[in-house]
């Protein structure tokens, strides 16, 4: 329903107008105002999709309520209904911002040009909507190439100082990233939003093992994770598994990995993540004379990204973990 303002002080033309509105397709509403204040006073009160204005007003003219249209209604297109428009006027009000003009002698013009400023207004406003998202998706993109380069170049530097070969450190790196890689991708499937832990899981080990016969699933609520969790998340499980191939329990045909993971509700803290990971028939473990970049890596995106907490047991029976989350309120 396009809102129409109309500047007309003749009450005769103002009906005239109005009929060759009524043709329009669907229906219209308009307001009509004969002085600059209430013109200036119907504009401060509400927007307008259009505005015609008479040339020759009594109080003012019609390129005046033109300056008041663009500053007060930039987005309105502004089209001259005027009995007399000489060819400099109708120039020079073209230069200024108007739209079209119509004659008053031929009114029958000006259901066309209303439909035609409309349409227009419409394709600028949505050329100028897809600009918008595209700026704030650009900006989004830079955030996050920054963000993912910050990480990676941390992980170059980080799993340098605890490899011994050229060989281990390639292999490392590369896990590393791949784990990355994996989140983003399951991400970019689901449009960025929100992801399930399984999900997640399921990706972070795929390497190892894709149809997860070496695990042993507890209890495991279905949890909802945002892509910072979800990308946190994936890194360490990526880790988790990744240790256990080399050192723990998935090193044999034997080993197991039990894990589980549920949602328990607090009066204080609210919905809080409980993630455990123990591994049972490997090796056996002793806890590591320092903390090396992996138990880093775990600690840093559950403490410092997730502001929750991690607590990793080297035990006889084989290295466990028990992970808390605070989860966000929906």
């Keep these: ?81 005027s009995g007399v428009l000489g060819e400099e006027a109708a120039i020079a009000a073209f230069r200024k911002g108007a739209t079209d003009y119509v004659l008053k002698q031929r009114l029958v013009r000006l259901p066309a040009a209303v439909t035609r400023a409309l349409n227009e207004a419409r394709e600028r406003d949505t050329r100028k909507r897809i600009e918008q998202q595209k700026d704030l998706l650009v900006r989004e993109l830079s955030h996050r190439v920054k963000n993912n380069l910050a990480v990676i170049l941390s992980l170059i530097r980080r799993t340098g100082r605890n490899c011994a070969t050229v060989a281990e450190f390639e292999a490392k790196l590369v896990a590393r990233i791949r784990a990355m890689a994996d989140a983003h991708e399951l991400l970019f499937e689901g449009n960025w939003d929100e992801t399930e832990l399984l999900n997640v899981f399921r990706r972070a080990v795929r390497p190892y093992n894709a149809d997860l016969s070496r695990f042993d699933f507890g209890r495991h609520d279905l949890v909802r994770l945002d892509p910072k969790a979800a990308l946190s998340i994936g890194m360490v499980v990526s880790e988790l598994v990744t240790n256990a191939a080399k050192y723990g329990a998935l090193t044999n045909d034997q080993g197991r990995v039990a894990i589980e993971w549920f949602v328990q509700q607090d009066t204080n803290s609210g919905a809080m993540l409980h993630f455990t990971w123990s591994e049972s028939g490997g090796p056996s473990v002793a806890t590591p004379g320092g903390e090396g970049f992996g138990t880093q890596l775990i600690k840093t995106n559950i403490e410092y990204e997730l502001e929750g907490q991690a607590r990793l047991d080297y035990n006889g029976q084989g290295f466990a973990a028990e992970i808390s989350i605070p989860l966000p309120v929906v």
Aim: hydrophobic residues 55%; without cysteine; aromatic residues 8%.
């Design 1 to 81: 329903m396009p809102k129409i303002l109309l500047l007309e002080d003749s009450a005769v033309d103002a009906e005239l107008i109005e009929a060759q509105l009524e043709s329009l397709e669907g229906t219209v509403t308009l307001t009509r105002v004969a002085t600059r204040a209430a013109y200036e006073a119907a504009l401060a009160r509400e927007s307008f999709d259009i505005i015609l204005s008479d040339f020759s007003l009594p109080d003012f003219d019609g390129m005046a309520a033109l300056d008041v249209a663009l500053s007060a209604a930039p987005g309105a297109p502004f089209i001259f209904v």
